[in-house]
Every structure is written in structure tokens, then in C-alpha cells.
């Protein structure tokens, strides 16, 4: 009964203004490209321009001044043609252009005038010449780029691709986000409509035979699940198709439009559900409306224009004129002037708000950032209403959606002179990029001066961007068969300082919350549902602050409580079959409660602990005896963290300071140096051979932040950042010394973020995190042995959810799994066998832990793999042409007609034929 329902859009108006209407002296571009040639604000409209060399894009007010007049601007963008050009939902002043010259730009172009800021970032994909450009609907800094066969994800603020999708077979013709921003759609000269899931996987989740012809096409995410594709079919005529976005199997419906040569451009109004359609070239615009029910597509209106079209687009919704009842305004772009046609559904105007007309629409206020979109996060953008008493307006940006930070002030017309000179390959070698751009998860932090690389590597980073071999790094929770279930009574208030739960490569113990600090161990080799019934414990007698697995025991846990004592147990071989009472002993000399404890990386019964008491004290098991004790500290000691090759003792304190000792030379510190600003936690670890301290903490605003810090030189401070997010737990390091990798999260946190550490800019490189259902109590890292290389698993780790115990494995997803891959697993250090004693350590001795293979004896290394054969790369043919005159190009060409035809010297088999007279012949 669909088709019989009265639409209140089916009487919607084109009206066209008059001339002094229209926006003069407007001189688009005469070349051809897949993108858009014109972009609207709710206050600009930027449109690609006429100019000799390429790269100019022209700026003008969306509104009249109040003298009727519109000023027009042209800048310098790029240093070839300007492609393609899209605004930011968010930002009305925020443009990105992509080019020719195979970059990608961010602009504010908020008042522009003769001299203006450069480009907030500039993004190089390396992808060749580059053709669309698109937004995200829902996130902030998260832009889709198209070159000539393949399409890539990028956030702004990071010098490197999130995703770089499956290349198409063909020339890449069109992208669309979905509304939602989960999917995105793309169509090329293949014929095929595909669609993406970027955070998913980088092939294609489904792909369909869409069109008929390969001439261009464009996709547009419409309503709810529905794809609209236009293009032409076999007879040569302009057609669009309606397709459901969940099964490519047939196309829903199907419109033939023309015989027109132009490419139908679609424009689609998700309030109105109108549907705006014109080609280039042509004079005429069509508007349907579509429903998500049979017939989907019934047209509206169609109309003529004086002019023909060189490129449309449509005005946000929070520009229209809802007092004259206009639900949709399209501006023309023609040879000389930009043509606003408003779409009116004739109501008695200028009285009453007609919500039935407005519904609610998308708002200026990002739903998320992008590193949130990146983990995995779907969510819409809030509505506002049209009403004129409650809209917002049109230039209003919230605070928080500063998706860049400016770089400083350059003449943009002076700077494009100056490249305009040079060719378009030798000005898109070396692209600048703003300094917000090397931090991890966003912009906003600037490192302090440090040491720069060489200007070769530079300038090699500048052109392909600085990638970790990790950066699609895959968390996954493995088989439910693993599990261990059924966990009650837990103790989820753990000191900040206490990671909450610990584990070695047998067993884990957890905190329980029942009286006497009783503590559960469970054997990780029998997982499983735990029985309802009584399980033996240690029974602590006093509430748990810290505790941690002998790394050269696996039987022994040593547990720091709320009395000052440090108690030593042995856990029984096979697992606990009696609850344990008695302690193997206990170290006494704090007077205050403990922080935390650290095993020393080396020397065996070597302990260390801090306490309340603002002293740190180094305990030998082996007597049970304090053998030193490090001063220095003038508030709360958050963590410490011994360095790797065991000489050194770094802590992180409340007093904002971080320092350094040589505990064998003096118990005060050799170096102190600034740390977090924020006073509610930190952590700290040795990373790259112990060249640099992480240090994971908060800033002013209480905003967790990573920093680091040069080992040799701790009183210069940090020379990078990351700022993370808002979240009141301390981000738990975790760092992986054969792949450089630190894995961060807190308790409460459902995500887990991965960073590559480099030991030049830019420091952090962030790769794939890993995102859980439910926040997390606790999340601890098992050994290196404990992974499975056969599957390019490089860390695992235990998960503590309220009621089980689940192990995630990352892996890096690789091709060839047969072969073991040395590259990512280099030799690993036996760190379970001490090569010290704690006495020995005392007396100055060093040593280091050898090392050992990871690689099954049934595997060869990937660098022993036999290589493939090269694929020859042939250059397009003008290249050739171009280096030939055109008496080369002739003869050429007719020594191919020979080759075709054959050696002309030898005689043809009927030239040998002998004839016969002419009386011979019967008459």
C-alpha cells in the first residue's frame, strides 16, 4: 500500500533566482577528473578554477555581502590540478583538496584574503595521481583518498595510512561513506561496485557487476542500507541504480535518464529522502524522491537551466530557509557564474515552522575521534533541530573539533609561485607536514627539541611516511575452551600502583575479596569452569597492595601488604590442593604501607620495593635481609622499573619528578629529571635497549599522556608525547624488547593501545589496538614462549573480566605462515634462568641472559623463502611516444603491419600458379 500514500515532498519546487542572484565572475576548470568540482559550506563554496599550471581553487562567500556582491578569491593549493575537494561536516571553514601532484591538503579557509596560512597537513599516500577525496561522516580527521586503482584510509594527524584497501583491476571512479561511517563504497572502470569495511579487513567485504558500461560511474550511500550507483548501460544511455547495501545480489531498481554524454552526478537530501541528479554538460536538473519501499524512485521535477552544468552540489541543511519553506538548496557550477536553485514545497510561508517538513538533522558536533573510529566504535552524529528558535548556527564549531593544530603563518600565493616553477614531481617529493602529526593518538602535544635524524632520512620519511610492520597488528580472545570461568568473589580496588592481577607462563593469581587478603591460583594447563564449591587460597592475613611471580621461581609469589611486610610464598607443584597459611618468610624494615615490588631482570632473590615511607629498598630472599635503601623521594613513588641490563632503578613520583639510580654507587639518585604534570598515577619502563624511558601518566588537564625520555639525559625531559584520552585509570605499560612494541591499557579500559617505539621521529607509531566488549579488571602479559609463531603471534595476554579469565593473542597477519618469520621474531633472551645471585649483583658483577631461537625445527626463515618472480612494470605508452619523433613513430608502425602480414620478399603459394589460356575455357 506504499505507492498509494500521499508524500508531502511530491509538489516540491525548483525555483531558479534571477541573475543579480547569481554568483558572477566565476571561471571553473576545464579539465576532467573523477572528483567534484565544486563544495559547499553552510558559508563558503570552493570550486576548482581556471589557471594556468593547475593547482588554483577558487573561494567565494556562500551569502551576498550587503551590498548584493559576491567577492572572489583564488588560491594556490597545489602544484598541479586540483582534483578533487570536499568540506568538513564540522568545520565550516575546514577544506581538504587532493591533486594531481599526489598529495592530499587540509585547509582553514576562514578568511581568506591576499595572504593566508599554508596547509594545516599535508598527506602524501604515494599511490600516484590522486582522484577523491572523502570525509568521514562521523569522525573528525579521518579522510578516504582515491588514486587511479586503489583507495586508501588516512587520519590527518598521523603520518601514515590506517588502511590502504584492495587495489581494483581498473581506474577508480567513485567513494562514498556510509551515513554511519562503517563502510565505504567504491565503483571503477572494472564495471564493479564494491564495498569496504576498512577496520575490518582490507578486501573487498562484497563486490557486484553493477554497471554496464565502463564509461564513469559515481556511488552514493543513501537511506538507511541503500546504495545508489549511476553510470550507463550497453545502449550508451545515462542510468541509476538503487541497490540494498546488506546483499549485492540484483539491484532493487533501475532508471534510465538520457542519452546525454555527460556523467550523471547524484546529490541525496537524507531528511527529504529528494535525490538530485545532473550531468556534465547537460542543462537540466531531475529531482526524484526515493522510498525504501517499491517503487523507490518517482520523479518530482525537472528543471531547465540556461546554462549547461559543469558541476553541482548541494548546501547543508543547516543553510536552507526554512521561513520560505525550502527543504533543499543545489548550487550549478556553469562557465561563468555559480547558480543557486532552492527547492520549495509550496506552504503558506514565513508564519508557522513546519516540523513535519524539518526533521531533526546531523549536527556540527563530531561523534567521535578518530582513533575511537579506528578501534572499532560506531556512532551517529547528534541531531539539532531546524526550528529558527533552537537551531544553531551555521559557523558554530564545538571546542573539542580542532582536527589539526595550525602550523605556523606561510604566503600561500608567494609559496605556490616558487613551486609552480618546479615540476609536479619534484614539488610533491617532499611535502610539508605539521608537527601535530607525529604524535600517536592525536595532535595537540609538541615534543620538546631533540635529536633530528640525518636530512636524507628525513626527507625519505617526508616522501613515504614512517610504517611499522605492525600497524595491522590483530587482537583476538582466543577459543572459549581456554577460559577460566566462573570466577567469584574478586577484589576489583586494587591500589592504583597493583596491576590487579599477575600471571607467569603456569599459573595466575588473583586477589580476592574476602577477609584475611586471600589470594586464588589458578593453573593456566587446566582451564575450564571452576567448581561452585570450597578453593584452597593463600591466605595473606592482611589486604594485598602489590604481588608478582618470581621470574626465576614459577612456584614462588612474593605479595607486599597493607602492613608493611613483604611475605614470600611457595606454591606446591601441580596448583593448590590446601590453602597455604604460612609464608616461606617475611621481610620487615618499611614503616609504611608498600607501593609496589620489582623482581631484579638478572641477579636471583633480588628484590625491590617502595613504600609509603618514601624509600626504596632492595631485599635479598636468599637471607631475607634488606641489603639497600635509596633516598631521594619527596612524595608518593607511583611505579619504578629496572633497566634491561640491571644496573639502574628508574622510579616515577608524585612530586613530578623522574629519577634515576645506580644503586650500587650511592642510594641518591644519578639523574632527576621533570615528569607527568598530573598527580593521579604513572607508570614508567626501560624501552630500546634502555636508550629511553616511557613514562605513561597525566597531564595538567588530566589527560593521560605518554611521554619520552632520553635515559642519558633525563633532566632534559621528554622529547616526544602521545596524548591518549580522558579516563581516570593509569595506562599499565607493557614492552616487548624484541619487537620494540609497548601495549598500554588500565584497569576499567576496554581498549588495549599499540605503539611501535622508534628511536627518531616520529618516536610513536600507532598500530591497530584492540577493543573488548566489557571493560577489563586487569590485563597481564605472559612470556615470549608462551605465543604461537607458527601463527605470527608476537604477544599474548591474559584478560581478568568479573567472572573469567581470557587469553588475547595479537598477531600479525602475514601471507606465507609456512615459513617462520625471523623478521618479526629475532633471537629472545632466556630471562627465566638467572645468571647472577644477589650477592654476586652486590659485589659489581654483570651478566646478560643468552639467547635463543623461537623458530620450530619443521620451519624455514621467510628470508630463505624462495623469491617470486618479478612482474615486469611497463610505463604508459606516452612515455614512449613522447621520447620518438614522428618519422621513429612511422616506422614503427609499419614494421608492426609487416611483422602482422609477414616477410613481403617472399612470394605468396598463388603467385606460383601457372594459368591458362582463354580458348582453353568453355564457353
Known sequence: MNRFKTSKFKNTTPKVPKRDGWIPAVRPGSFTSQGSSIKSSCQLVAFTTEQAGGGMLGLVSLNADDDRKWKVNQVACHSDQVTDLDFSPFDDDLLVTCSADETVKVWHVCGLGEEVQGPKTTLSPQDGRLEVVQLHPCSSGI???????????????????????????????????????????????????RIYDPR???????????????????????????????????????????WDGRKLSSSLASLSLGTSNGTPVPLFDPDTGLLVISAKGDTVLNCFEMTCADPFLSQVSDCLMEMSTRGVAMVPKLAVDVGSCEVMRVLQLTDGFIVPVSYHVPRKAGQDFHSDLYPDTAGQAAAMKAEEWWSGENRQVETVSLHPDKRPKPCAKAANQRVVEAPPPVNVREDSVSSSGRSSGSSSAAPSRSPSSTSGLSSGCQPSPAPTPSNSVRNLQGMLGPSSKFRHLQGSVLHRDTHITNL??????????????????????????????????????????????????????VNVADFCWDPFDPHRLVVA??????????????????????????????????????????????????SYDLSVRLWDLQTGQEVKKLKGHLDQIFGMAWSPDGKQLATVCKDGKIRVYDPRRSDEPVQEGPGPEGHRGARLVWVLGGKFLLVSGFDSRSERQLYLVPSDCVKSGSIACAPADVSPSTLIPFHDPDTNLILLTGKGDTRVYVFE?????????????????????????????????????????????????????????????????????????????????????????????????????????????PKEAPVRKYLPSSVYLEEKTDEQKKEELLSAMVAKLGNLDNPLPQESYEGVDEEEWDD
Open 561 to 610: 601488604g597493607d602492613d608493611a611486610k613483604i611475605r614470600v610464598w611457595k606454591v606446591p607443584e601441580g596448583g593448590l590442593t590446601d590453602t597455604l597459611t604460612e609464608p616461606e618468610c617475611v621481610l620487615q624494615g618499611h614503616t609504611e604501607k608498600i607501593y609496589t615490588i620489582k623482581f631484579h631482570p638478572y641477579a636471583r632473590d633480588l628484590l625491590a620495593s617502595s
Open 143 to 193: 579522510v578516504a583518498v582515491g588514486s587511479s586503482r586503489g583507495a586508501q584510509v588516512w587520519d590527518v594527524n598521523h603520518p601514515a595510512a590506517l588502511a590502504v584497501l584492495e587495489q581494483h583491476t581498473e581506474q577508480l571512479q567513485s567513494l562514498s561513506w556510509k551515513q554511519d561511517g562503517s563502510q565505504l563504497a567504491s565503483t571503477s572502470k572494472d564495471k564493479m561496485l
Open 757 to 865: 617505539i622508534v628511536p627518531e621521529e616520529p618516536y610513536f607509531m600507532e598500530c591497530s589496538s584492540f577493543n573488548s566488549s566489557e571493560p577489563h579488571k586487569g590485563f597481564c602479559f605472559l612470556p615470549k614462549t608462551s605465543c604461537d609463531v607458527r601463527d605470527v603471534e608476537v604477544a599474548r595476554a591474559l584478560r581478568l573480566s568479573k567472572s573469567s579469565i581470557e587469553p588475547v593473542a595479537f598477531k600479525v597477519p602475514r601471507v606465507k605462515k609456512e615459513f617462520f618469520q625471523d623478521d618479526v621474531f629475532p633471537d629472545s633472551a632466556v630471562w627465566w634462568e638467572s645468571s647472577l645471585s644477589a650477592a654476586s649483583w652486590l659485589s659489581g658483577s654483570n651478566s646478560q641472559h643468552r639467547k635463543i631461537s623461537l623458530r620450530p625445527t619443521d620451519m624455514a626463515p621467510v628470508s630463505e623463502a
Open 488 to 541: 567469584r568473589g574478586l577484589h576489583l580496588t586494587t591500589p592504583g600502583e597493583c596491576d590487579g592481577f599477575c600471571a607467569n607462563g603456569q599459573r595466575v593469581a588473583v586477589p580476592l575479596a574476602i577477609a584475611g587478603g586471600q589470594i586464588a591460583v589458578f593453573e593456566l594447563s587446566q582451564p575450564g569452569k571452576l567448581p561452585d564449591a570450597f578453593m584452597p587460597t593463600i591466605q595473606n592475613s
Open 200 to 242: 575490518a579487513q582490507l578486501m573487498a567485504v562484497q563486490a557486484v557487476a553493477a554497471l554496464q558500461s565502463n564509461k564513469d560511474s559515481r556511488v552514493l550511500w543513501v537511506r538507511d542500507q541503500h546504495i545508489l550507483s549511476t553510470g550507463f548501460n550497453q545502449m550508451r544511455q545515462q542510468e541509476m541504480r538503487l
